[in-house]
């Protein structure tokens, strides 16, 4: 089975635009979790999706959205981006297999710099 | 709430000793730990996991993980340390209900491998 796929890879972006993620999980799994990785805070969760409905969420601003298809592919936005908004952003899913349903795979990330 | 202290930031070993990366974690209940492994400029790759069957879990590339509930530990070791093991490795506890849940990461701890 393929990975998780993450595009683009590299983006540069001005402070005060804003961004689209992409992500694409391992085939047959219907969970999507977004996370931000920084040199100063660490891993942390953004937000998850199920079936296109947003199941939990971190504690982010709303300027941080997300959204996902019918395909299960989701999409991560950045709004008015802020120079702290700089760090690499993890896609992870998961499956629903009672012996699978906590084990999330992770992308490669988008590593995201805002000048 | 849970929580994940990994108790050392930064690990040197050389090349064929063992290795030890230590993690003790908090949870109200029995939890399931994850260790992940992230190589320069790469995503997060699941070392190995344990969710309540055997204490001694084994993992990929001859990493293994032992839970103990009355230390409240879970800390990964290998034998014999290859340079390729060089990378940062994050001890993880999930945090799960009503179907959903997050990974909650430590702070990590970088692997140096000497020659």
Redesign the interface.
């Known amino acids: 089975k393929a990975g998780v796929t993450q595009t683009p890879r590299y983006l540069i972006k001005t402070r005060g635009q804003q961004v689209t993620l992409s992500c694409s999980p391992i085939s047959g799994h219907r969970s999507v979790s977004w996370y931000q990785q920084t040199p100063g805070q660490g891993l942390q969760f953004l937000f998850e999706y199920f079936s296109e409905t947003q199941r939990n969420k971190g504690n982010f601003p709303g300027r941080f959205s997300g959204r996902q298809f019918s395909n299960s592919r989701s999409e991560m936005n950045v709004s008015t981006l802020e120079l702290g908004d700089s760090a690499l952003y993890l896609c992870a899913s998961r499956g629903s297999g009672e012996s699978d349903q906590e084990t999330q795979y992770f992308g490669p990330g988008t590593r995201l710099l805002v000048l | 709430a849970q929580s994940v202290t990994q108790l050392d930031s930064h690990v040197s070993v050389s090349e064929g000793t063992p290795v030890l990366l230590r993690c003790n974690y908090s949870s109200s209940y029995s939890p399931?730990l994850?260790w992940?492994v992230q190589h320069p400029n790469?995503?997060?790759?699941?070392l190995l996991?344990y969710?309540s069957a055997a204490t001694l879990v084994k993992g990929i590339n001859g990493f293994e993980a032992e839970f103990k509930k009355s230390e409240t530990s879970f800390h990964l070791t290998k034998p014999s340390a290859h340079m390729s093991d060089a990378a940062e490795y994050?001890c993880v506890v999930?945090e799960?209900s009503s179907?959903?849940?997050?990974?909650?990461?430590?702070?990590?701890t970088t692997l140096q491998v000497k020659p």
């Open positions: 399931s994850f992940y790469k995503g997060l790759q699941l996991k969710t994050f999930s799960w179907n959903t849940g997050k990974l909650i990461f430590g702070q990590g």
